[in-house]
């Protein structure tokens, strides 16, 4: 019987003595490699597997390893596979803030505010400059009524949005500057302290792609002059993010939607999913990478750290109702191959030769299939 073959009822073997052995290649999904070590724990004084380990013993045909033992079960469930990156943990977007007020700067934020839609972002000689809430056009212009444009809709949709006015006066997607606008603009003008005009002169507002921000930078000096088309401010939304550098042979192992786990620097660990996948490939150090971010599931639980370092274990393959038996319990066989050793109710002992599939390594298990093999089979593995 070759080495690759399972014992019959009649012909079983001595079992091998346990050795440390090198894990079976792993199965890819998508193109990705998960390169994570896995080690096969065996007893000190452990010999090497040199013989056919399925031949019978000539003394006894239930003669067990020599190696310490103890017992673990053949289970039956989900795996997953995963593989382990270093990620960054801040907050999603970074979006410079520039002025077109003339004047001296008299208020700037400190870095760490956060600034809603409709709230002053900053102050040139005194006056309020306002952050709203809009991506489609930069300020360039005076608007005032009867103008028409992206930038007008832009200004609509925001007014809506501050319930300056209601949808049925003003269309968010009109890209007119109405007499609604008009008088929706006045009362936001009043609330934040300018003249109330009803006309948006070039530098009173700020439109930028989020609903509130958050300052993580300035460029610009409280007392120094307010240059037009100066950067005077980072800003990031507020929203929770973590940023992966991945290898970038590996994009095709990850996609949209791939389950993760992010492990904080205190310790604590937080579920995540990932919301995009870079496609444009970037040198970093000597490796050329892209760019994976992450949305946490629960962003209260990640803290209020920016730039933190993370582990992210991102899970790249799931099998279910899978035959699974600890990695230590891997045998590896002189002719190639692995196998594992049952053990009965009587205390005989049986080697069954099995194949290998997707390694959890966050539970220590491997996905296993060989004749012979069922659920809740006692199974022996090295002594703890």
């Known amino acids: 019987m070759s080495a690759t073959q399972t014992p019959t009822e ?6 091998p003595e346990r050795q440390s052995a090198p894990p079976p290649a792993r199965r890819k999904r998508r193109g990705l490699t998960a390169v994570v070590v896995v080690a096969i724990v065996v007893a000190a004084g452990a010999g090497v597997v040199v013989a056919d380990p399925f031949k019978k013993s000539e003394k006894d045909s239930s003669a067990r390893t020599s190696a310490p033992t103890g017992l673990a079960k053949v289970t039956q469930g989900s795996l997953s596979a995963r593989t382990l990156e270093n990620g960054t943990l801040g907050y999603a977007g970074s979006y410079d803030v520039v002025n077109n007020a003339k004047g001296t700067i008299t208020r700037l934020p400190a870095v760490g505010d956060v600034i809603s839609q409709g709230e002053v972002l900053y102050r040139v000689s005194g006056k309020p400059v306002v952050m709203l809430q809009g991506a489609a056009e930069p300020v360039y212009r005076d608007l005032a009524y009867g103008a028409e444009g992206s930038d007008v809709r832009q200004l609509n949709a925001a007014l809506v949005s501050l319930k300056y006015a209601t949808k049925t006066q ?4 009109s890209d007119y500057f109405s007499m609604q606008t008009f008088y929706a603009l006045k009362e936001l003008q009043e609330d934040v302290g300018l003249k109330e005009t009803g006309e948006l002169s070039l530098g009173q507002a700020v439109f930028l792609p989020a609903e509130e921000v958050r300052v993580i930078k300035s460029g610009a000096v409280r007392g120094g002059p307010a240059g037009q088309g100066q ?33 904080l620097p205190n310790g604590k660990s937080t579920d995540g999913e990932v919301s995009s996948v870079g496609k444009v490939a970037k040198q970093v150090d000597d490796k050329t990478t892209i760019e994976v971010q992450i949305k946490p599931k629960d962003p209260k639980a990640t803290g209020g750290l920016d730039q933190a370092p993370v582990q992210v274990a991102i899970v790249s393959d799931t099998v279910k109702d899978v035959l699974s038996v600890p990695v230590n319990a891997l045998l590896a ?15 005989k002992h049986k080697l069954i030769s099995v194949r290998t599939g997707i390694f959890d390594d ?9 004749a012979g093999l069922e659920v809740g089979q006692k199974i022996a593995v090295p002594a703890s």
């Open 333 to 347: 066989l002189a002719g190639g191959g692995y196998a594992v050793e049952t053990v009965d109710a009587g205390g």
């Open 231 to 263: 950067n005077v401010l980072q800003v990031s939304s507020t929203k929770r993010q973590v940023t992966v550098e991945l290898n970038a042979s590996q994009q095709t192992g990850v996609a949209v939607g791939d389950k993760v786990t992010v492990t």
């Open 362 to 370: 966050s539970e220590g298990k491997v996905e296993v299939s060989g």
């Open 10 to 15: 009649d012909e079983e073997a001595s079992p």
């Open 170 to 173: 003003i269309d968010p997607d």
